[in-house]
């Protein structure tokens, strides 16, 4: 019989990071009453910074916890901040931008 020559194992090719990516909500507390806390989860891209905008029929939300903030290492970036407890009740929209994207999503005020 013929000696089998091994054969040159073959590399891993590393994975490659895909360059574009869609900022999506994980997660939202909605409904939530007026007086309470509201947290947004995003997913973004890692080390990114982005900015949130909660818009009331009032206007634009003044709250504290809604200024930019830079994604995790994940790519993760969190927002909380207290509903005012004179919140119209409704749906109000949510605006997050960054790294030239944005997405909205609505919020319930009960």
């Given at each position: ?6 054969t040159?194992?073959?590399?891993p090719?590393t ?12 997660s939202?507390?909605?409904p939530?009453?007026?007086?309470e806390?509201?947290t ?20 634009p939300s003044?709250?504290e916890?809604?200024?930019p ?5 994940n790519?993760k970036?969190s927002?909380?901040?207290?509903v005012?407890?004179?919140?119209s ?9 960054g790294?030239?994207k ?7 005020v009960q």
């Open positions: 019989t013929t000696p089998t020559t091994p040159t194992p073959t590399t090719t994975p490659t990071t895909p360059t574009s990516y869609s900022l999506k909500v994980l939202l507390t909605s939530v009453s007026a007086g806390n509201a947004i989860v995003v997913q973004g891209k890692a080390g990114q910074s982005y900015s949130i905008t909660v818009h009331y029929k009032s206007g003044t709250a916890g809604l200024y903030k830079t994604a995790d290492s790519g970036v927002w909380t901040w207290k005012g407890a004179r919140t009740s409704g749906n109000w929209k949510i605006v997050i931008s790294d030239g944005s997405i909205s999503t609505s919020i319930t």
